[in-house]
């Protein structure tokens, strides 16, 4: 027996890839689902994660989630006027607790560690030494590209010039990487319309847009005015 | 729409693009394939559904081939919709992998559990698992959940992995850094390379980078759709040098017809 997801999502997935023939009905259609959707999920995973981390372990004894709940309702304070003050103290625990929690490692677990990488280790491998050394020029240059104490001239210049450089390297893998992330995301709406049972309302689907198209033509050619039409 | 045509190609006929095992999946699989009964592997708050279709395959195979090691537990934990994800992954393996789930029971061989507060949230779990959660997912106690018995705090984990799409710092330094539990993560194509100096380093004991990387593994474990969607990965990869190539042509045609006419009226 078929999936009745297995025809639904297809079809989404066929109503998204339409805006590229034109603006439809089919696609405003496909749009407000998928933002509904998305709103309906999170709001009900936002109320089960309250219940399952705040409401039930509090209503079975534990204390200590008291002061946090209270801080979380006092939030709300912001929708008036008159009490907006309130909410102040629970956004600043908030963003002093996630300060601090965050600060602990930072050191330690990206900036210590990391240096090992860009200097070369001579002596183990060879290549890992060229890389660790194009790494440190590149970590260095980067850097002199940002100080901006001093005129960026002379031996300083050149060094800045190949940090741009790096940079640059650096934005043309982090664009092609979005552009192999997006491909990869939208093959699985590709692969769901051109595999059974999906790939019969894809025809469906052709069908529908060549039909609309040989209208459309159509009509265009009867509203086009013959050329002794306009001069009589 | 000829672009969406031509990747389909590949799914009404595959063409079998041959692939090669990267170094960060290789690790990731030894590590995995190194586990011994009576280590705990925690799923450590990955995506939610939102990157689903990039990572998904890869998620699938790496919880099976965890759940697949004898009297090896499996803790998945996870904020927001992660949990959902979790559910979705149990229900993929079930229905594509193995039917009986390797023979493994929810709460005596893997949980899923939900915490909250961002980075507090899990440096608390890290902390102590029991003082910042009280229930699994399905609101058991953990107390009677015999997955968590003698799992008190992070330290209790012989391994970690998470697939993430952007932020995985906060993973470093709270898993790693305060724990010491080797963590291996699936990224996004897009984030993976700005991850590669973490790897290098050994902070992270595997980086595998997007779909590419969950073929990669789906064809050391169980084959699976990340396979199938490569070809049309790799012909997009194909389509868009020759688009690119095209289009500088075109740019710079134009540029000397322009150059050349202006030339002319000078």
Redesign the interface.
Known sequence: MVDLWQIIIPIEVLCI?SY??RDNPFYKIAEHVFIGTATG??LS??IQ??I???V??LL?G?ISLLPPIVLGILVFTRITKKWIWISQYSFALLIG??TG??S???V???II??I???IPAWGTDMWSNV?ALI?FIMAATILIYFLFSFEHSGAVGYMATIGQYSMMVFFG??YS?????F?????????L???PPG?YITIIGIIIVTADALLQYSRNKSTIPEAGDSAG | MIYILVLGIPFIRPIGIPLQISEGTRDMYNALEALKPGDVVLYAWTIDLSAWSELGPGMVAIAAHILSKPDVKLIMVGELATPLCYERIIDTIRNTISKDLFGKEYGKDYCILMTAGGESGMKAFMTDIRGAISYDFYLNSLDDLPVMEGVRDGKDFTIAFTAITSAYQPHIRQIVDLCNVPLGALMMGAVAFGAMPYYKAGVLFSVMAGLGSCAEYELLTYKGPAITRMDSLSLSAVMVVILMIAANIKFYSTKVSVKVESDKDG
């Open positions: 890839f590229f023939y999920i999170a995973v936002a994660s309250t399952l981390t705040g039930k372990p079975a534990k607790v996630g929690v965050s602990r490692g930072v330690s677990a990206t560690r990391l090992g990488t860009v890389e790494y893998q982090r990487g979005y552009i192999y992330s491909t990869s995301n939208a093959l699985y709406g590709i692969g319309i051109f595999t790939i």
